[in-house]
């Protein structure tokens, strides 16, 4: 059966005036005497839907629009154009209701007050969401098991680690159970275990809780581990929004292969083959092949020679996702 749209967006556009100022102090009177600005359009007349339970990332270079597209979905901003309906609401009326269904966790941001061990400022959430004393138990219990944050809870915020005051973050946006996560770049600055640590909770978050999650990030290991729907955002369009695995199949029609030989190679027993070759030495070669003819070559190359060693190299994630971060005229729909 299908679920529900949770998320509805209909042709949005957000749009910024922008002061423009001349440099020098003869510039600085003017710019307070009669002062300009222009119109600069950020996101530009973009659709898409969520449904309820998906983990969805989106991609993007800085600027590409991504937070001022979260922050419309959180009522934070209002979009110039269009129509937003999150979780059966108007974001930008920022009801009692609708602000207890979502939350939005900011990497570069912190909502814990510094000088306080989390516990009180969770105790503070958990008043301005009016939950009772006992459910706030049970559910400080929960999350701290599931991000393996306990002693912690009791420390200063000013003297814990990153990762323990990005864990204690988590607690204080989760506590009143929301269900739609809004989180960008939630990793930031982490080391590698405590990124994956983020990751698996998210994922297990999602699946125990069914709650929905939007998130942008530039580390690709949080988008191929957590999400299958991609949307990739460019200059405030939306380039593509579909499944991770079609878009890097589209865009990377190859595969590089690296082959070891027992007999010294022959390079003119690969020119017939079309391939495009890295490099070439001795008895070993390097080159990228067309994945729709990998079996027909690999037979002719197996026939002529002995083969030693094959490795089959994958190209790297980043390198493919940033053909659409720089490329606007690259087709990926």
């Known amino acids: 059966m299908k679920k529900a749209y949770q998320i509805n967006v209909q042709s949005i556009s957000k749009s910024f005036d922008i002061s423009i100022k001349e440099p020098g102090l003869k510039g600085t009177i003017k710019h307070f005497l009669n002062r300009k600005t222009i119109k600069k359009q950020i996101v530009k007349n973009i659709n898409f839907n969520v449904q309820e339970g998906e983990i969805v990332g989106f991609l993007g270079a ?5 937070t001022t597209i979260l922050k419309i979905l959180c009522g934070l901003l209002y979009p110039s154009e269009g129509y937003v309906s999150v979780a059966g609401a108007i974001p930008s009326a920022r009801k009692k209701e609708f602000l207890k269904n979502i939350t939005l966790i900011m990497g570069q941001k912190q909502q814990l007050i510094w000088d306080l061990p ?5 105790n503070l959430n958990a008043a301005v969401y009016e939950i009772g004393e006992q459910e706030f138990k049970d559910r400080i219990v ?14 200063p915020v000013r003297k814990l680690s990153l990762g323990q005051r990005m864990k ?3 607690i204080a946006a989760l506590i009143h159970n929301p269900k739609i996560l809004f989180l960008d770049e939630p990793t930031l600055g982490l080391d ?7 990751r698996e909770f998210l994922k297990t978050y999602n699946k125990e809780t069914g709650a929905t999650i939007l998130l942008t990030s530039h580390y690709m290991k949080d988008i191929t581990y957590l999400c299958e729907r991609v949307i990739c ?27 070891v030989c027992k007999e010294d190679i022959r390079i003119e ?5 079309n391939l495009e070759i890295r490099n070439i030495s001795k008895n070993e070669i390097k080159f990228t092949i067309q994945k729709s003819v990998i079996e027909k070559t690999l037979k002719i ?3 002529k020679y002995k083969i030693e060693d094959l490795q089959i190299n994958e190209t790297p994630i980043d390198e493919i996702i940033g053909k659409i971060l720089i490329n606007e005229k690259l087709d990926v729909k």
Request: no cysteine; net charge neutral.
């Open 192 to 198: 590698i275990n405590a990124q994956a640590n983020l």
């Open 269 to 273: 027993d690969f020119k017939e083959l």
């Open 142 to 155: 929960k999350l701290s098991e599931m991000l393996k944050i306990n002693n912690e809870l009791y420390v």
């Open 301 to 303: 190359i197996i026939n």
């Open 118 to 122: 989390p516990i009180d400022s969770l």
């Open 168 to 170: 204690a973050e988590l």
């Open 233 to 259: 955002i460019h200059k405030g369009y939306i380039k593509y929004d579909g499944k991770l695995q079609e878009l890097l199949k589209n865009l990377s029609p190859n595969k590089e292969f690296s082959i």
């Open 62 to 66: 800085n600027g590409a629009g991504k």
